[in-house]
Nanobody, 122 residues
Framework: QVRLVESGGGLVQPGTSLRLSCAAS????????MGWFRQAPGKEREFVAC????????DYADSVKGRFTISRDNAKKLVYLRMNNLKPEDTAVYYC???????????????WGQGTQVTVSS
């Protein structure tokens, strides 16, 4: 069983930065694709970013390219999402997920955290 716990969310002003962390328990993290998704009120869950098990390949949603960076530390079983130049439209609950394919399809991810709230407002 894999357990994922997100942290680092909060209330921030537009233009500032946050770093989300995802702590994983279980022994499959090293070989798994990891992803971040988000869900805003009244909207569908959407893909944000994903990273290969080695960390050498990443992919991002167009809406966050150039602002967000996903990274991982397999030894510590941690995955990060660095978010710069945050905008009000980034407000959402952010979820960490572990998957089998490097893509933005939520159906490829079998384990999910409970999410952390990010609110961007002045």
């Amino acid at each position: 069983q894999v357990r994922l716990v997100e942290s680092g969310g909060g209330l921030v002003q537009p233009g500032t930065s946050l770093r989300l962390s995802c702590a994983a328990s279980g022994d499959t993290l090293r070989l798994a694709t990891m992803g971040w998704f988000r869900q805003a009120p009244g909207k569908e869950r959407e893909f944000v970013a994903c990273i290969s098990w080695s960390g050498s390949t990443t992919d991002y949603a167009d809406s966050v390219k150039g602002r967000f960076t996903i990274s991982r530390d397999n030894a510590k079983k941690l995955v990060y999402l660095r978010m710069n130049n945050l905008k009000p439209e980034d407000t959402a609950v952010y979820y960490c997920a572990q998957g089998t394919s490097l893509n933005g399809d939520a159906r490829s991810y079998g384990y999910w955290g409970q999410g952390t709230q990010v609110t961007v407002s002045s």
